[in-house]
């Protein structure tokens, strides 16, 4: 079973609708009991750093988050995955789980492109990853987004150009974050979610 971790700050159900599609065991859930039992999780986010980390630490979930994460495979999407880093500037300077090294910084692309990236952008394979077996390079997935992973190369599975190289998938151990949405971006994000499922 796939735990869906809600903690107030979260696009819970378009993630589980495309786990759905997938005939996947899912729940969305708080309870700590819940994600202990699960197999494997996912940590959505939307809107700011620092909001998102306030409503995680006042959930009373981080503690159990770390220790399940160095156990089960562990999925961070969009501001999920920003949320898995030491540090966030957005808004100010927060930290984070600390799970992967790294701060999140604003995007200063190259070339006069806007911020946030919003849209469809092309995968450039940086390393192997099991969350993207089957699926060849250049493959575009959807993006929304204002500020970007700064950490080192080697926990980079994937890039995408945006005026600049943007961390696009990351991971350390049983950790993997995605900054793009996979749920809504079509045939790709699903094998890369059904990838995750078969971890």
Wanted: proline share 4%; charged share 20%; net charge negative.
């Amino acid at each position: 079973m796939i735990a869906i971790i809600d903690y107030g700050s979260g696009n819970l159900f378009s993630v589980q609708n495309a786990l759905n599609y997938l005939g996947l065991e899912n729940k969305i859930t708080s309870d700590k009991a819940e994600i202990v039992n699960a197999d494997r999780l996912i940590l959505p986010g939307v809107g700011a750093f620092g909001d998102a980390m306030d409503k995680l630490n006042r959930s009373g979930l981080v503690d159990t988050i770390k220790s399940e994460a160095a156990k089960k495979p562990f999925l961070g999407i969009c501001l999920g995955m920003q949320l898995l880093f030491e540090k966030s500037f957005e808004f100010g300077e927060f930290s984070g789980l600390s799970l992967i090294k790294g701060a999140v910084r604003l995007m200063k692309p190259e070339g006069g492109l806007s911020v946030p990236q919003m849209g469809w952008n092309a995968l450039e394979y940086n390393r192997e990853c099991p969350l993207l077996e089957g699926i060849g390079a250049g493959k575009y997935v959807y993006f929304v987004h204002s500020y970007a992973a700064d950490c080192g190369s080697d926990d980079v599975y994937a890039y995408a150009d945006y005026g600049g190289k943007v961390p696009a998938l990351v991971g350390n151990g049983f950790v993997y974050g995605a900054q793009f949405h996979p749920e809504k971006s079509g045939d790709t994000g699903l094998l890369i979610l059904r990838n995750f499922a078969e971890l």
